[in-house]
């Protein structure tokens, strides 16, 4: 009577695992009556030309309004005038356009910039974030809101782009005092630059909006230092994720294969 041998089980490969986050919203879980979207595939790209442009462009501004308003002390006098000279009146009006032209520029190199460092948060697998690329840039259009939301969307950008922030690790990296010091200073700049606008005293004028630039150039040179540092952070963070990221094992004869299963028996 031969012994009882028990039938030999199937082998069955292990169930792959999905990435993280698969199945999860562009940001954060989805709230009540939210549909799931995909998984996410945004790829980290290095803003590279945007910051630049952004830079010139910003940096333009604070300089054309510094001509504006110097314009307006030097010129004074003969734009107060019923017939002030073609100088006073070029030189005025000059600047004045370029200045516009450029807010125009740096409105949208600047929209450019943090739309894309936005978005290559999602591809450094950063999750949890309440501001999504779009609302990066439409919050400072947004009357009101405009005076606190774009503020709050740069302050998470900063953090997350903490290059120890993976997953939502990055809501225990602390922000900046850049971050309060550029928006406070964006503000009063353009609270200077309206009252400045309505002063009908061309001389009276100049000094306010000239105190006004002041002001806008600290805001430029604020906004310009958290532009590098976020991009500097996610390079670095680029970088990490790079160095972390394991390849499997070698299949060797004989040994255990690297995605389990039985080994190798020749």
């Given at each position: ?39 996410n ?35 004074g ?8 000279g073609?100088?006073a ?15 125009v520029?740096s ?75 550029w ?52 390079e ?6 790079g ?7 070698p ?13 190798f028996?020749?």
């Open positions: 009577m031969s012994a009882y041998n028990p039938p030999v089980q199937p082998h069955y490969p292990p169930q792959q695992d999905y990435p993280p986050n698969f199945g999860a919203p562009y940001a954060g879980n989805p709230g009540p009556g939210m549909a799931q979207q995909p998984w595939t945004e790829t980290y790209v290095p803003p590279g030309a945007r910051t630049i442009l952004a830079t010139l462009a910003i940096g333009s501004v604070s300089v054309l309004s510094f001509a504006v308003d110097i314009s307006q002390l030097v010129f006098a003969e734009l107060k005038s019923d017939n002030p073609m100088v009146a070029l030189a005025t009006g000059l600047s004045g356009i370029g200045m516009l032209g450029m807010m520029l409105a949208i190199f600047f929209s450019l910039w943090i739309h894309r460092a936005s978005k290559n948060l999602r591809g450094l697998n950063r999750n949890g974030m309440e501001y999504s690329p779009g609302w990066c840039v439409g919050w400072f259009y947004v009357p009101f809101a405009n005076l606190f939301r774009p503020v709050r969307a740069m302050t998470e950008l900063w953090r997350a782009s903490e290059p120890d922030g993976e997953g939502d690790r990055w809501r225990m990296a602390m922000g900046t005092p850049m971050l309060g010091a928006w406070g200073a964006y503000i009063g700049s353009n609270v200077l630059s309206n009252i400045s606008a309505r002063i009908d005293d061309p001389v009276t004028s100049g000094t306010v909006g000239f105190i006004g630039s002041i002001v806008m150039a600290a805001s430029a040179i604020l906004c310009i230092m958290l532009m590098f540092g976020i991009d500097k952070r996610q670095a963070a680029a970088a990490k994720l160095q972390n990221a394991a390849a499997p094992p299949y060797m004869p004989g040994g255990a294969p690297p995605y389990g299963g039985a080994p028996q020749g």
